[in-house]
């Protein structure tokens, strides 16, 4: 009921290394814990808010509960939950949710990053990654993205692989404590030119090899 799923995906060649993608395991426990924990001050401004302080939340004990409820929503088809992979290593999560399926057959996407790694074009390569995923073996024809005005860097990734903006989402989710405004970006699969992994490489961003 979930096609594309499980799978492994990439890699894909960029200045700081491989970057690919491969499902959540319950093993994660430690990395997750211990980069999201280093990384509070760049994931508050942009997470959705949660109950209890974010150490209490990034416990390594608050993953197996986590992990359980992102393979359950794999299974059932409605999410993709992945890890961002630099040379092997647990460098960050890409998310595919809320996958609808019939005559709209859309998903948001989403993503972070360890700061230790920032502005090597990780990101790019991953969401690049995502989305080939998406509108091919997934079946999808439609991807949106939510992203604060302030978030620059996660702007400049979307667009790089193509996103546009479509307007402003005012008042859309509650983050850091505050109903915040969101710019939706999308795309839908005829924009792509034969595969986003194909145009990073064209533009110099990335190589297969
Ligand atoms: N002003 C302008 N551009 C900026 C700035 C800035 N202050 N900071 C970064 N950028 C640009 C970089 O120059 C780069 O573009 P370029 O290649 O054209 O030079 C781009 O932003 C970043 O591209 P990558 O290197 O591929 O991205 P990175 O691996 O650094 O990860 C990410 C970007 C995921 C947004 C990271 O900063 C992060 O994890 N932030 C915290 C969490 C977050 O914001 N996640 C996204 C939420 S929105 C969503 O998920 C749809």
Not at 70 to 90: C, Q, T
Not at 173 to 185: A, C, G, K, S, Y
Request: glycine residues 10%; contains cysteine; positive net charge.
């Amino acid at each position: 009921i979930n096609p594309g799923w499980p799978a492994t995906l990439g890699p894909l060649r960029t200045q700081a290394g491989a970057v690919g993608l491969r499902p959540v395991r319950l093993r994660d426990a430690k990395a997750w814990s211990e980069l999201r924990i280093r990384n509070q001050n760049t994931l508050l401004p942009w997470e959705p808010s949660g109950i209890g302080s974010w150490a209490e939340r990034h416990h390594p004990g608050s993953w197996p509960p986590l992990y359980s409820v992102l393979r359950a929503e794999a299974k059932r088809g409605a999410v993709l939950p992945f890890v961002i992979e630099l040379d092997g290593r647990y460098v960050g999560q890409l998310t595919v949710g809320n996958i609808q399926r019939g005559a709209v057959r859309s998903a948001w996407i989403g993503y972070w990053v360890d700061a230790q790694h920032f502005g090597q074009g990780i990101a790019t390569a991953a969401v690049a990654l995502g989305v080939d995923h998406c509108f091919g073996p997934v079946g999808l024809h439609r991807l949106d993205a939510t992203v604060q005005p302030a978030n620059v860097a996660s702007q400049a990734v979307l667009t790089k692989v193509g996103f546009r903006r479509e307007g402003l989402l005012e008042r859309y989710m509650d983050v850091n404590n505050r109903w915040r405004d969101h710019i939706l970006f999308a795309l839908t699969a005829e924009e792509i030119a034969g595969s986003a992994a194909e145009t990073l490489v064209r533009a110099g961003r990335a190589s297969f090899h």
